[in-house]
């Protein structure tokens, strides 16, 4: 069985302007929700090959929703991060979203056409 380029891409909400500590926390949590919800063999793949992570831009919460329902449509698990709003933005506030990992070709797929941060 020929194991594919695997990756993991993380959609960060531009319009929050969200302070560096509180992105980075925010990806964290992306990232790690979206690979504990993986299979074993994705996530054992993903991880021989360096665990790849691509952090791309999306403007508002209506773009970052509607590329949560592209990628499970096309039947890629997805994660949404809600903050909790202990910091800097309102509880409740959708802030990103972890896709894969996954096959990098079926995520850019979905994700191609986005810029990186």
Do not use: F
């Not at 993380?10 to 990232?31: E, F, M, N, S, T």
């Not at 793949?45 to 329902?69: F, I, N, P, T």
């Amino acid at each position: 069985m020929m194991i594919m380029d695997m990756k993991m891409v993380i959609l960060v909400r531009q319009d929050l302007k969200l302070p560096k500590g509180k992105l980075a926390a925010q990806v964290a949590h992306a990232a790690v929700e979206a690979a504990l919800g993986s299979s074993k063999i994705k996530l054992t793949a993903w991880r021989a090959q360096g665990q790849k992570k691509v952090v791309l831009k999306v403007s508002d919460e209506k773009e970052l929703m509607s590329y949560l329902q592209k990628a499970k449509y096309d039947n890629l698990k997805a994660a949404l991060i809600t903050d909790a709003g202990k910091t800097c933005i309102a509880p409740g506030t959708k802030t990103c979203v972890g896709i894969g990992p996954d096959s990098e070709s079926k995520i850019d797929i979905v994700t191609g056409n986005l810029t990186m941060m």
